[in-house]
């Protein structure tokens, strides 16, 4: 077997390039300099974060739009350290992205010191967090390294890994042998048993009032199309995840929201629930409490997931069909044989939920500011219906899901971890995957927009097309809320007035700045219209975040609350 020398670096990237990895986030650190050096003769899309953090949310990022994991690279010792919170993010949030960190030669990595320069053991901290973690001791390890990672990350329920290596070892050569395709060092996609589709194929048939609960593995796997045409051959209302919001349009007759009193009736009512790419969240009250408990003696449940050790966790099932997403799609769809009937009952629940929404409109408050709810509803009709939607902020989500309308595009959203400060650089990966046709738009609020503001620049430097809604209330609202109501003055929760759009525009894109609900639909047009990386500051009432409860206030107390109370009486 003939071998080919080169260095690790390139080894490196080889491995990558054959996974499919069209990205590496790495700033241009001296540890990652072969990397990049082989990256770009590659021809792969090189970005460098201006912080490390950065580096793996835009992987999740490009990740959450495509099914396909990128890499982070961490410069030794403090640019480790930073992926760290990124790496939780991307643990508890399910995405696989493969995250490299440099660290000082094994000997002082090992050796009893005090006072080290840019040296902290970071290893064992990512082994706690990620699905794999290792060190390579030598560049004859990265084959094995790279391989097992890529069968931790994507086997299962996915999550992160990560790789160490000695600093210079990158550049060090050795004699590799042929690389092995993906195929021969882990499995495929893989279908889910017959009997299993054949079970759940036939309590489908038997429920009065079936309904379907899908997630946002829905979205990573790219296979909305077939979730649509199961819901549509079931004829059953629709309901999405916080985490699915946007697989399903919200004008299709089946789709109802789930915080919504239609929806939770259904809930209630429904014989059978359907979980397709989704763990039964706490924010769907894991499947099993709330409005779900009212029928939980004589409801069945099944789930179409990939993962055997995540069945069964939340609630009980009564058939787990364990396989590939898409091919477990298709295989119940053709199950199923020919299609029911509509639900008859669907027009009314979507009449009630019409209904709830107008009331709802009609009770945002008109202070003379402009309400947050008010910038959604106007946002909607201006941002592009094709776009994809990166989803950041505290009480900014809600207002969102609230009155920003579902038009089954992308929508991407943290929304089991909710790690405030990520929407920006993972706009940047969505932008990125999707080139620059296809408009990309940031809703956040202005507090979650500090945490990687410069990310702006990077945006800008590589020439991508986002435009970034800013709900600026000069505030944390949820935290606002809670001090006004528990102290009766902030804390250390306002902002001062920051020109956000002329920050924007001297670091070369297009800014915006909206007081009047008038002047909204306009700007908005003009930042997509610009072909830049663009910002919509949008000032809107500092009282909405405690005068009033924020949209499904009641239903995020469930979240936080129902679980306990069912286990522990209070």
Known sequence: MSKTTMSMGRRIVELLRQEGVQAVFSQGDITTRDVLLHAERAGLQVVGPRHEAAAVFSAMGYYAVTGRPQAAFGAMGPGVANLLPAAVAASQEHVPVLIFGARRHQGAAHAVRRGQWLSAPMEPLFAQICKFATVVRHPAEIDDAVRQAFRQALAGTPGPVYIEYDSMMHVQEWDYPPLQPPGSYRAGPQAASESSVLAAAALLKGASLPLLLAGEAVQHHRCQAALIALAEKLGCPVVTTFAGSGLIHAGHPQALLFQGQAAQEVIAESDLLLAVGTCLPENTNYGRLMAFAQNEARRKVIVLEPDLAAIGVNRPVDVAVVGDLPLTLAQLHAALGEPRPSHPRLPGWKQQQADEHEAALAAIPDRGALHPSRMMLEARHAVPDEASIVLDGGLTIFYQHAFFEKRGADFVYGAHYSHLGCGLPQAVGVQLAQGRDRPVCLITGDGALGFHFMELETAVRHQLPIVVLVNDDHALGAEMAAHMQHIGHPIEVRFAPVRYDRMMEAMG????????????????????????????????DPEASHREPHPFAAARASWINADVQDRYGR
């Open 509 to 540: 894109g297009h800014g915006e700045y909206v007081e009047r609900v008038e002047d909204l639909q306009p700007a908005i047009r003009r930042a997509f219209a610009s072909g830049k990386t663009a910002l919509v500051q949008v000032i809107t």
